[in-house]
């Protein structure tokens, strides 16, 4: 098993400057450099203060600066808002600057709330078929000299200028959940990344087994499979439960992204009550407990071992809660010193 973590920059309120923001996000990715992780992913995401992530490759090149050893990776970029040469082109120079450190995790996007403001009339469907559109052509573009004509995009002869530092170009990521996305990825031959959000072990064990029947129908070699996970290592049971309180709110505040229905006013959604949270029992603390992969240092490493023996080989830490720096960084830190060491 691998270890990666997963950051943005996360803005709960108005007071919060984004420089001291960006401080924090950069001292995690400077502790998942120094502990050994494999790699760090940061996403794409617009005009939303709760995932502040515009652009992913301008954040990759900046911890290129401040890291040494890890892999840096979009986690996700998204890809209907995003021309096939352009990103051929972006993610390339990227990993020109990175000195081949790139790693592109790609996903057709989860937010209508974005789709309505990049793209008016973009569904997930159609966003969907974007995507698939659009990776192929990636190896092909830094390859050079690669002509298409498709449904959504159709260009002459056309190279990635510059070419990437990696032979045959960064390793991509393909975001997947039902059995058609999965067969898309591995028949591609590119790797996988799942996100079980807040379902739990089954989902979990699901989501492995729509992998296994892709790989099974696939005469090529095996791609990877990553697990996106929430994940919490607490001190004691009092902050195991806090912790659980503390994601119980920051599902609540995703789910309400997700729908799109409240009002959003500075890229700051409106707040939700508590008696609003209280009713969602879907995301009640107790679940969150249950489902997520958060408690002492033991019960962690518990459960990432059930992962591992499901065939997981990158367990990714998914450290946006809502918490506060400190809190983030006093789990990472025993996940890093107390977790880690039990798989190496």
Known sequence: MEFSLFAHMERLNAEQPHDKLYEEFIELCKMADTGGMRAI???EHHGMEFTIAPNPFTTIV????????????TGTVVVPFWHPIKLAGEAAMTD???GGRL???????AYSYEYERLMPGLDAWDAGQRMRETLPLLPQLWSGDCAHDGAFYSFPATTAAPKPVQK??????????????????VHNGFNVQVTPLWQGDAEIASLMGRFNDACASYEGARPKIMLLHHTYVASDADDTQRAARELSRFYNYFGAWFQNKRPVRQGLIEALSDAEIAANAMMAPENMQRDLT??????????????????YDEFSF???????????????ARFIDDVMPAFA
């Not at 045959?168 to 990825?185: C, E, K, L, M, T």
């Open 96 to 98: 020109l600057i990175t």
């Open 62 to 73: 900046d911890l290129s600066h401040h890291t040494t050893n890890v892999r840096l990776g």
């Open 103 to 109: 790693e592109i995790g790609a996903a057709r996007g």
């Open 168 to 185: 045959n170009g960064p390793p991509i990521w393909v975001a997947a959940r039902d059995p058609n996305s999965h067969a898309f990825a």
């Open 294 to 311: 958060i408690g002492t240092a033991q019960q962690v490493i518990d459960r990432i071992k059930r992962y591992e023996d499901m065939g």
């Open 41 to 43: 992913w940061t996403g």
């Open 318 to 332: 998914w450290i946006d809660s809502g918490m506060t720096s400190e809190r983030k960084r006093a789990s990472l």
